[in-house]
């Protein structure tokens, strides 16, 4: 949707290929599971369900992954606390350091 | 009682015999001697004694009897005595004629007047056969000996007993009242026996029942009157805890005539009041009353006074007992009727008390440290931790836990100690309770929800605009047409939310979502066709955005651009899929865009994703044509829905 989209506008921008683009947990998981691609970015919410299983998924391929949520830390599962965090919304800037972070 | 031993002139003189000539015997030197003797045994006798001689019972009577009993005139006919106890002995006497044995009459009451007052006695007869020289019974002599102490002795003891047994069974203070009352009555035999209670701070006596002996003496029981009444003597007398023993109201040597007369006219004429103070106050009187004058013995007094103290002492008893009674009933009701669980525990911390409602609860006692296994595992830990903490430092015990009930499943408690301190200091226990708060809880946790789901859509809301702002101005538009674009877009996204907001974001109507984002293209140019559909807000919000950019595009390029032009929205319900399909007609010729703009990457991109499902566009010469497709399980609000 509309925020989806700018973010896949902001990664074109910044130089990055967009692989893969879901709306709901189960398509978000066979592209964890599947896809090729260097790193992830997981809203907390897809569709009213928690994207907590796909980061699994992705820790286990060991893809490294941020999040963007809208409920605030407190809404990261305890066990990615330490993962970066971007509140919506963001700007460009905010999603270039969070990936410089996450590939470094 | 008068002396029953004759003084020896009396002897000498009934024995001379002056004065026989004029009776039924005539001269004493002209009788039998057998009579002679047995005039002598009866005259010198030291117990009252009569002789029934001859077949004519003629008396002789000696001095005590005369004087203990009653007198006849010496040498009359037996059967002409005023005496009331001839009536009893006569067959006795009878029977020792008639046999020849002696015989004895034991504890015979009998009524005498001293004083002017009627007294009860009780006699001993002992009935003697005296033969003549055939060997007939010629006379009968009665020995009669007072044994009216030991008789009232042993009916005191007994009556003691009696009423010490009854007392002690009885735990209903009235029932303490009646008793002694009753109990009181007939042992006197009196006509009502009382009491009355006092209430010096109102200054008024009440009867709260009294005992009769018969119906025909009205009962006191309810009655009140200030004690004022009773006198200003007598009140000064029972205050200072002295009884009142009157033998004849008419006879008080201080009392006024007023209250002799308002006695009377109660059908009073005799009395005795014993006063019960205690702690210095007038609690109660205890009264015996009798309609005509009665000398009261000193024994029935002392009777009535011992009766008082015992039975006041019952019915205190007894009104203590109650006021526990009541008292534990009542604490009772209040731990088992609360809601919450009240318990006590032990300096150590051991609950040694659980009101029954944590059994109701959870099915165990909640004992000792046996509460802990009605604890959910994961509050266990903080549970104890927290008491053991309270346990050793004295502070308050506050604390939220689940608790396993059971019929399964937990609920949220809170609970909550303080400790009571002894007079040394120390905590001598703790007072407990817990209460079920899951319903407050379940709110917390729904409005945290709330909460969150608020800030998760506001947030999800500016990123939406921030996506809206960023994709209108990053062509070459003019800024003029760009803030317009921008503010058609933004308006568009208010609309769905207002749909949305309706339902409380349960999800909003398809028909409406349509109707409300080409209303300002103008309603008669649109065909709106398709069944009843309830679309999540997801879907409602993507599907409003994108008919929007469509309707803009129509309004430009397409078929709103020129006056014929309609536009015709129809949708389906295909097993699990909604089609809809967008198709405008009357407009100029169609080519496709050179590029692909905002509008058309929002339909191909976002409804795809948005919808479960996938969108495309067609330029057909005839105008252009928007195929949407959507999954029902995505687009279809979920029922029944709240915020």
């Given at each position: ?104 | ?203 008024r006596a009440l009867v709260r029942s ?112 109650q006021s526990l009674r009541d008292s ?41 440290g046996s509460w802990q296994e009605a ?269």
């Amino acid at each position: 949707m509309l925020v989806a989209m700018n973010i896949e506008d902001m990664l074109l921008e910044l130089g990055h290929e967009v692989a893969g683009l879901a709306s709901r947990v189960a398509p978000a998981l066979a592209l964890a599971r599947e896809a090729e691609f260097d790193a992830a970015m997981l809203d907390v919410n897809l569709a009213g369900e928690t994207s907590f299983a796909v980061a699994d998924a992705l820790a286990e391929r060991r893809i490294p992954f941020l999040f963007a949520t809208g409920y605030g830390l407190k809404g990261i599962d305890p066990r990615y606390r330490d993962f970066p965090v971007l509140q919506k919304p963001f700007r460009t800037h905010q999603l270039r350091e969070a990936l410089a972070r996450l590939v470094a | 009682m008068a002396s029953l031993r004759p003084g020896p002139e009396s002897v000498a003189g009934a024995a001379q015999g002056c004065g026989w000539a004029d009776t039924p015997f005539g001269p004493r030197e002209a009788w039998p001697e057998r009579l002679r003797f047995a005039a002598e045994l009866c005259l010198r006798s030291a117990l009252p004694a009569t002789l029934y001689w001859g077949p004519g019972r003629l008396l002789v009577q000696n001095e005590a009897w005369r004087r203990a009993i009653g007198a006849d005139a010496q040498g009359s006919p037996a059967a002409t005595s005023a005496n009331a106890l001839w009536a009893v002995v006569a067959p006795v006497v009878a029977e020792v004629e008639r046999t020849g044995a002696g015989a004895f009459v034991q504890e015979q009451p009998l009524t005498l007047t001293r004083d002017g007052a009627e007294q009860e006695s009780y006699w001993n007869c002992h009935l003697l056969p005296l033969l003549d020289e055939a060997g007939q019974v010629a006379g009968v002599l009665n020995q009669a000996n007072d044994v009216t102490r030991t008789v009232l002795v042993e009916r005191r003891l007994s009556f003691q007993i009696r009423l010490a047994d009854r007392l002690r069974s009885l735990s209903d203070p009235s029932a303490a009242q009646q008793t002694a009352t009753e109990l009181l009555g007939r042992y006197l035999g009196a006509a009502r026996v009382g009491y009355a209670e006092i209430d010096e701070a109102s200054g008024r006596a009440l009867v709260r029942s009294d005992w009769t002996r018969d119906s025909d003496v009205p009962s006191f029981a309810g009655q009140s009157t200030t004690i004022a009444s009773f006198g200003e003597q007598a009140l000064g007398l029972f205050r200072a805890g002295q009884m009142l023993a009157i033998p004849d109201i008419r006879e008080l040597p201080l009392g006024s005539s007023e209250i002799t007369a308002a006695w009377e006219a109660a059908g009073v004429r005799a009395l005795i009041t014993v006063p019960l103070v205690r702690e210095g106050e007038l609690k109660a009187l205890l009264y015996v009353h009798e309609p005509r004058p009665r000398a009261w013995r000193p024994s029935e007094a002392a009777m009535a006074r011992d009766v008082a103290e015992r039975s006041w002492a019952a019915v205190e008893r007894a009104r203590a007992e109650q006021s526990l009674r009541d008292s534990e009933d009542h604490y009772r009701h209040t731990v088992e009727l609360n809601p919450q669980v009240t318990w006590t525990a032990l300096p150590d911390g051991q609950l040694n008390r659980v009101s029954n409602r944590w059994n109701i609860w959870t099915g165990t006692t909640g004992l000792g440290g046996s509460w802990q296994e009605a604890i959910h595992p994961e509050d266990v830990e903080r549970s104890l931790d927290a008491w053991a903490a309270s346990v050793a430092t004295g502070e308050v015990y506050d604390i939220e836990h689940r608790v396993r009930m059971r019929e399964g499943g937990y609920r949220w408690a809170r609970s909550r100690a303080w400790p009571r301190h002894g007079a040394d200091g120390r905590i001598c226990l703790w007072y407990g309770s817990t209460e079920d708060i899951h319903e407050r809880k379940a709110a917390e946790e729904h409005q945290r929800l709330l909460i969150n789901e608020l800030n998760h859509r506001v947030k999800n809301t500016l990123a939406s605009v921030q996506a809206i702002a960023f994709q209108t101005l990053k062509g070459d538009l003019p800024l003029a047409d760009a803030r317009a674009r921008f503010e058609a877009r933004l308006m568009a996204l208010s609309g769905a939310h207002n749909l949305l907001t309706e339902e409380n974001w349960g999800g909003a109507a398809l028909d409406r979502v349509l109707e409300g984002a080409t209303e300002h293209l103008g309603a008669p140019r649109f065909d709106m066709a398709g069944p009843p559909l309830r679309l999540s807000p997801r879907a409602a919000l993507a599907i409003a955005m994108a008919i929007h950019e469509l309707g803009t595009n129509a309004a430009k390029y397409g078929a709103l651009s020129v006056d014929a032009g309609r536009v015709r929205i129809s949708w389906f319900l295909e097993g699990d899929r909604l089609r809809l399909v967008w198709e405008e007609r009357g407009g100029p010729p169609v080519s496709p865009p050179s590029r692909q703009g905002f509008g058309s990457r929002l339909i191909e991109r976002g409804l795809e994703m948005d919808l479960g499902g996938r969108a495309s566009l067609h330029f057909e010469p005839a105008g252009l044509r928007c195929e949407i497709e959507g999954a029902l399980d995505v687009v279809r609000a979920e029922e029944p829905s709240i915020g």
